[in-house]
């Protein structure tokens, strides 16, 4: 290199490296975000890794809370409230960004499968570690859309806005809707943190709305025979009765919904004499509801997509005297005694008349109350003598 070209080239260098160790300070400068639990949105993602089956999509890291925060924001809706299913830590592409903004005036929000009360958290925290003003107010929307969409009677929907299927609003208990409301307004209405940053008047709200809601669920507690049992998935919004859900959610009694409506009363702070009550009955009645002497395995079978799963496996009952104890989901109105049903609105009493789309795709057996009786509870108990 000739030196006049030398004399060219070190201030461009010179340049080129100023560019680089600005973009490193700039870097270094970022602020280290600690990571945000994701565990309110296990099913949210399951449901659409189930439904989408994709693979080779970008997701961000959990420490990369302003992106996943921003995903938030994309889909909430103009109403506050937010649809089901949606992955928070996919990398979105432009066309499902420009979907997703021209379907910000759905009415599609629901409660369903854990929703809203997640992204409401998330985005509370996610405020509280960036500063980020935009969070703050898309979780205030958010818990407004909350509290602005309970019954008066102290329930709420399934999906507030939605009137094209009767279920959507049925006052819900199935996936943790009225448990996992009433538990994050729990937090609202005392300021516990991320939430330490809510004014009085929306805590005053959230801890009238607990009240009501409170209540509420101990009337909903199903009696048989005029005993307390458990709780149904859905109530008629208006009669209050036990309602049915989807074509194969008939109304009845179910053992995997009543676990969280039981844990929930159970985290009541000096619970009354009802209260105390209600929790006894639910555990007496799971207690009564035990199944013995077979089991459920999965076996190989041909790979199947439908449209709401895929299975390379079926589900079957085998005898076994000593198999563990197992509970059904649903169990009858007036006898108590266990059910099944097909997606026809038929009842069936065996898991091998349930077709194959709803026997792999649908949990109608399983433990969920085992590790309630056998810990949670007894150690609740002995805290809390019935009054």
Request: aromatic share 12%; charged share 25%.
């Amino acid at each position: 290199m000739t030196r006049d070209r030398c004399k060219l080239f070190l201030p461009l260098m010179g340049t080129v490296l100023a560019g680089f160790i600005s973009i490193a300070n700039a870097e270094s400068q970022k602020p280290a975000y600690q990571p945000i639990s994701i565990d309110g949105f296990y099913d949210a993602i399951k449901h659409w890794n189930d439904r989408t089956g994709e693979a080779g999509v970008e997701h961000f890291e959990l420490n990369q809370i302003e992106s996943i925060a921003d995903n938030l924001l994309l889909y909430q809706r103009d109403s506050g409230g937010w649809p089901t299913n949606k992955h928070p830590l996919r990398v979105v592409s432009t066309d499902e960004r420009k979907r997703a903004l021209e379907d910000k005036s759905l009415a599609d929000a629901s409660f369903d499968n854990r929703n809203i009360y997640p992204q409401i958290e998330y985005l509370s925290e996610a405020f509280k570690q960036t500063d980020d003003t935009r969070y703050r107010d898309a979780a205030l929307k958010g818990l407004r859309y909350t509290l602005d969409r309970q019954y008066p009677n102290g329930g709420w929907a399934h999906s507030p806005d939605r009137t094209d299927l009767a279920y959507f609003r049925h006052i819900t208990i199935a996936d943790e809707v009225m448990p996992g409301v009433l538990t994050f307004l729990r937090k609202v209405a005392v300021g516990k943190y991320p939430f330490d940053y809510i004014d009085e008047t929306l805590r005053n709200r959230a801890a009238q709305a607990v009240v009501k809601g409170d209540a509420l669920l101990l009337d909903l507690q199903v009696r048989i025979g005029g005993k307390r049992t458990g709780w149904a998935g859905q109530y008629h919004e208006k009669t209050l009765r036990p309602a049915q859900g989807r074509a194969y959610e008939l109304p009845g009694v179910l053992a995997w919904e009543t676990v969280p409506v039981l844990k929930y009363l159970m985290s009541i702070p000096a619970p009354s004499k009802e209260v105390i009550q209600a929790v006894n009955a639910g555990a007496a009645w799971l207690e009564s509801a035990k199944l013995a002497g077979f089991r459920i395995d999965r076996v190989e079978a041909d790979n199947q997509r439908f449209d709401y799963h895929a299975a390379d496996y079926d589900l079957v009952v085998v005898k076994d005297a000593g198999a563990k104890p197992i509970w059904a989901r649903f169990y009858d109105l007036e006898t108590s005694g266990p059910f099944l049903a097909n997606r026809d609105g038929k009842r069936v009493y065996q898991l091998s008349e349930v077709d194959a789309e709803r026997r792999t795709g649908y949990s109608w057996y399983g433990y969920w109350p085992a590790s309630f009786l056998d810990v949670e509870y007894p150690a609740w108990q002995q805290k809390n003598r019935e009054k």
